[in-house]
């Protein structure tokens, strides 16, 4: 028989976050701060809608694009919070999670050989979906001593003549690190000079402390060459829901919705009545969530400091992202070690890019019990390792 795969999908590297959980969910009394997922359960008003959606029999498909109500409410939500405008009917495209709609952006508008720019580390997703979609991703390695932000330096660096798309992963998952207004000012001529789209993913936009988000599709010439992807995992709970969105110029949106209508028809029905009833009442909630994750993020930093482990602070997201060069171990064998001598799962930064090397990802996405009890085995284990160096 001849081999009936694809080539381009068996080169792919599987996500390098799930060998740890394979490993830890068979691992008594182990402690995972490796699962990007909040520890809250979606709060009850959004799943009452849910379950009264499902009592009034609306089980069946909405329109390609997402409810009517739904889209109504996202345009609300994107100009109150970030003061952003959109036009529901043509400029909105609700879609499961926000991970399809990344596929959907790449596959909307690159041709074979276009470049993609991903600032890594960064979410698994946006390498992959590059080379499904045909282009080429182009890596730029953010740097600790730049706390992890995109400069305009870079930037340029890395612009060639086949440039398309810049991904733009901020509030970043693995390393909490944030763009501010003026940060994302020093790029906005550049992008606009040399004529790239933007793909900005700003899935935890909700989860900053002590800084407001930013978007950029809000400066002067931004918006039309902006493709800005959200959702209601992070923010709300909602990650079992399975349902994101994105916005951007209607031309962009309209191939997106097409790839989105013969791949998917809709995104699920109930988790859209859900996501109406967060965005309308769902502020209280989302204040308290991030309450509790900013004590947390407080905690870890100053812990891991502590134990000699320099962590920048981080702004953004549910992570930190501790450095571990000064105890001469890659971050996959220190993560596989933990793991087995203390039973803590954490993710190594090398699953987020090459450039993750010497550096993990831990999550506060837990109780501040557990990470106190995964702080003090952590801690031990590294005073255990410095001991016999």
């Not at 407080?298 to 134990?307: D, K, Q, S, T, W």
């Not at 953004?316 to 105890?327: D, H, R």
Request: charged residues 25%; glycine residues 6%; proline residues 5%.
């Amino acid at each position: 028989m001849r081999n009936p795969l694809s080539k381009n999908v068996v080169n792919i590297k599987p996500s390098g976050i799930r060998k740890f959980f394979d490993i830890v969910s068979e691992m008594k009394d182990a402690i995972s701060l490796g699962v990007g997922e909040p520890d809250f359960d979606t709060p009850w008003h959004i799943r009452e809608e849910g379950i009264y959606s499902l009592e009034k029999g609306r089980t069946f498909y909405t329109s390609n694009s997402g409810l009517k109500e739904l889209k109504i409410e996202i345009c609300n939500y994107l100009h109150r919070r970030f003061n952003l405008k959109y036009d529901y009917e043509r400029e909105v495209l609700v879609t499961v999670g926000g991970s399809e709609a990344i596929d959907l952006a790449f596959r909307a508008m690159l041709n074979p050989g276009d470049e993609v720019l991903i600032p890594q580390p960064c979410y698994v997703s946006y390498h992959p979906c590059t080379l499904l979609a045909g282009g080429v991703p182009v890596v730029i390695e953010l740097k600790e001593e730049n706390n992890f932000k995109l400069t305009k330096e870079q930037l340029l660096a890395a612009i060639t003549d086949k440039t398309k798309i810049l991904v733009l992963p901020f509030p970043n998952n693995p390393t909490g690190a944030i763009m501010e207004y003026d940060d994302l000012k020093d790029l906005v001529d550049v992008i606009i000079e040399k004529d790239i789209i933007v793909v900005s993913d700003e899935i935890y936009a909700e989860l900053t402390y002590g800084k407001n988000h930013v978007s950029i599709a809000s400066f002067p010439g931004m918006r039309e060459r902006t493709v800005v992807i959200n959702g209601f995992s992070k923010s709300y709970a909602m990650t079992g829901w399975r349902l994101g969105y994105a916005v951007g110029p209607a031309m962009i949106i309209e191939q997106m919705t097409k790839i989105h209508q013969f791949a998917i028809m809709c995104a699920p029905t109930t988790s859209q009545y859900a996501a109406i009833e967060a965005l309308r009442n769902g502020d209280s909630d989302v204040e308290t969530m991030r309450d509790a994750y900013d004590k947390r993020r407080r905690f870890l930093v100053h812990a891991f400091n502590n134990m000699g482990l320099n962590c920048f602070e981080p702004f953004g997201a549910f992570y930190v992202f501790p450095c571990i060069k000064s105890l001469n171990m890659t971050s996959d064998e220190f993560a596989t070690k933990l793991l087995m001598e203390e039973k803590v799962a954490v993710v190594p930064g090398t699953a987020f890019g090459d450039c993750g090397e010497g550096f993990l990802r831990i999550s506060y996405a837990y109780s501040i019990e557990n990470l106190k009890i995964a702080t003090e085995r952590i801690e031990r284990f590294v005073n255990k390792i410095r001991k016999n160096q």
